[in-house]
């Protein structure tokens, strides 16, 4: 009986160890289930920055390609600049010294148009110019001594160049041939200017006699502005002669009294103002 009582006693107490080992087996399990799960999770957070980290060496990759490929256009524009900078350069210097040789032409000329002396009065070809339109292409003292000071200062310079016989050769031809051909114009116009004004002169006396009063007393200013200005200023003769066909026009206009004229009354006005202008311009051309 003792002996059975003892057996039940170890059996009940194996079980209840059984029992305790079962519990911590089950702990372990789900332990491990857990530590699994973590295990997949840092696995795939792994895989992840692996195809993140293989993004970014991609894409460095490609930034240094793309660096590269910039730095080489930028190289090769910054190249081109300075070639056409370069050759902006030597179009400004070559423009300056086309400049400086316009420049002594243009005293060149300037010297023998002032060394001229006119065919007809053989005054100087010199004179003062005014056309009465407020143009002048008169020279006055002031400007003549400009002139011999910018002549004396390219002169050195001329002097200094270095320049080929055959460059020197055909400069010589050009500015002869520019000098005769402008020599020539001039001759042109002069004779332009001389048949303009006797034809101007020869309408002037035609319709001297049939103005009112108003215009023999502007046309008397004017012959007698004629008489001042007739060796020097043929210009201002024939814009004068311009001037005084206006007011007839205008004079005619008025008489006639036609509604379906070209000018509105405001029109008129202004260019009546107009020759005003001109004649006081003409008037005070001689002072």
Request: glycine content about 4%; proline content about 2%; some cysteine.
């Amino acid at each position: 009986m003792k002996l059975m009582m003892s057996h039940g006693a170890l059996v009940k107490d194996i079980n209840q160890r059984m029992q305790v080992h079962l519990q911590e087996i089950r702990n372990l399990n789900e332990m491990n289930q857990r530590f699994q799960d973590d295990n997949q999770e840092l696995r795939d957070l792994c895989c992840f920055l692996d195809d993140d980290r293989q993004k970014g060496r991609k894409l460095a990759r490609e930034w240094q390609r793309f660096g590269r490929y910039t730095a080489s256009v930028m190289r090769q524009e910054v190249a081109s600049y300075q070639n056409k900078l370069q050759e902006l350069e030597n179009k400004q210097q070559e423009l300056i010294r086309d400049n400086l040789e316009l420049k002594k032409l243009c005293l060149c000329l300037d010297e023998e148009r002032n060394r001229g002396t006119c065919a007809q009065c053989g005054e100087p070809l010199s004179g003062r110019r005014d056309d009465g339109d407020g143009s002048s292409s008169s020279t006055n003292n002031e400007e003549l001594g400009l002139l011999s000071p910018i002549h004396s200062s390219f002169s050195p310079y001329r002097m200094g160049q270095n320049l080929d016989d055959s460059n020197q050769r055909h400069r010589s031809v050009i500015n002869a041939q520019v000098l005769q051909y402008i020599k020539s114009l001039e001759r042109k116009i002069q004779e332009l200017e001389e048949g303009k004004f006797r034809d101007m002169k020869n309408k002037m006396n035609h319709s001297f006699y049939s103005k009112n009063s108003w215009t023999d007393a502007n046309s008397r200013d004017h012959l007698k502005l004629n008489d001042n200005i007739t060796l020097s200023k043929p210009e201002a003769v024939v814009h004068a002669m311009k001037v005084l066909e206006v007011h007839e026009q205008m004079e005619k206009s008025l008489e006639s009294d036609l509604e379906s004229e070209e000018l509105a009354e405001g029109e008129k006005a202004l260019v009546r103002e107009m020759c005003n202008v001109a004649w006081r311009k003409l008037e005070d051309g001689p002072s």
